[in-house]
């Protein structure tokens, strides 16, 4: 009797489209701007000082909130991250002269922008010198002070990247040292032979891949929230009237961040030709996240979900993106070069442009640690300041305005880390090789655009 042939199977053919109605029709990053809107209104009618004065309640209670929607964010990144470098790098093939490639090339493009980054923030702060007229408290604070025993080495950041424990990496959300144990698993795991280990291992990272990309969608439908009570947090603690104190500051960073997007990554896209008005729809939604949270954590799987969306592969996305907050912080790094100098202009230190250019290469080592440490922009400049003998009672001056820089400077920092893998696709010649896999994603994201008013 010949044995019957196994039944065909058939995939289930999706459902049909159903255009969205009333609420559903707007989208998560609408949502999100119009809480955005919400929070600046709640932080500035319930400010701590109220409460302060006459007791009661204020937008500040509303940390808990944006606390948890940092929390569910922290915890995906590392499977997120491990997974896709895992398959990226490991599910291409023994190739690992194009890894080699891509790492040399995005080092190159990492250390270029990051330098034309203090050449802004440097050009800028000694033409406005927002410094000037500004006075320093005498004492600097223990708080303060003990930021500047906690700046890292060059020598030591080189150590930080290597994890002696992959779990401890993982607890602390150590990013470059996941990266770094990551790259080496994967390049182990490419030079298996063929075989059923090989498969299951690249089929089980692809599998939790792809859950932790819906997972980012579900994050994603409580992002409105958690984002409209940090926003209502930062109005509420530092109040829009800190703005009047140290607008010169404030808007000189701001402006230079603007000259740099248009100066330097501008023509950066248009040099790699880079389709201008699509990345501009890619990073909007990831830009108001790191925005309004001031974390690039809190961005970096929507980004890298927006940018495989956009047509850059998966395992240039997946290298790129968290290589690149550590390396490639440009908004950081222009704040530091711009806070540093506007330190010496408030004491009325005269300091000339090469002891400026030396602070500035400084930086520039020691801003590569700069995601490894808590309050880490704050950390870094500390310890700029007291090797040039500069007064650390500076940064409690910036202090007051540092929350509304942060937001700035993290935003830029998305930018650019999006534009790098948009970059790094191009100069490799595969930006949109994989058309099927980028409509896949658009369409995911289409998707959970929607599913913030309906949770």
Known sequence: ????????????????????????????????????????????????????????????????????????????????????????????????????????????????????????????????????????????????????????????????????????????????????????????????????????????????????????????????????????????????????????????????????LLGVLLPVALVFRIPLSRFVRAVREPFLIAFSTASSEAALPRAMQAMEAFGVPKRIVAFVMPTGYSFNLDGSTLYLALASVFVAQAAHIDMPLGTQILMMLTLMLTSKGVAAVPRASLVILSGALTQFNLPLAGIAVILGVDALMDMARTSVNLVGNCLATAVMARWEGELGTDPAHAVERAAEIERQEHMAPTM
């Not at 424990?165 to 602390?172: D, Q």
Request: hydrophobic share 50%.
């Open 1 to 260: 009797m010949a044995a019957s042939s196994p039944p065909h199977y058939t995939p289930l053919a999706p459902p049909p489209a159903v255009k969205p109605r009333g609420l559903r029709r707007v989208t998560l990053t609408q949502w999100i701007m119009l809480s955005l809107v919400v929070g600046v209104i709640v932080g500035a009618l319930f400010p701590d000082a109220q409460r302060a004065q006459h007791g009661g309640w204020s937008a500040s209670d509303l940390r808990v909130l944006a606390t948890v929607f940092i929390r569910m964010i922290k915890s995906l990144i590392v499977p997120l991250i491990a997974s896709t470098l895992i398959v990226g790098i490991a599910g291409h093939g023994d190739d690992m002269k194009k890894v080699g490639r891509l790492a040399f090339r995005s080092i190159v493009y990492f250390e270029i922008v990051t330098t034309l980054a203090l050449v802004v923030g440097l050009t800028a702060v000694n033409l406005v010198r927002p410094g000037e007229g500004v006075t320093l408290p005498t004492e600097a604070g223990s708080d303060i002070t003990s930021l500047a025993t906690k700046t890292p080495t060059f020598s030591g950041v080189i150590e930080h990247t290597v994890p002696q424990s992959f779990f401890e990496a993982a607890s602390a959300n150590e990013v470059l040292q996941i990266v770094f144990f990551t790259i080496l698993f994967a390049v182990a795991l490419a030079k298996l032979p063929a075989g059923r280990p090989k498969t299951f291992m690249l089929e089980l990272c692809e599998s939790v891949s792809q859950i932790m990309f819906k997972f980012v969608g579900l994050v994603m439908a409580y992002a409105p929230i958690g984002i409209g009570a940090a926003i209502a947090v930062t109005v509420a603690k530092s109040g829009l009237g800190v703005l009047l104190n140290l607008a010169q500051l404030v808007g000189t960073l701001y402006g230079a961040l603007i000259v740099f």
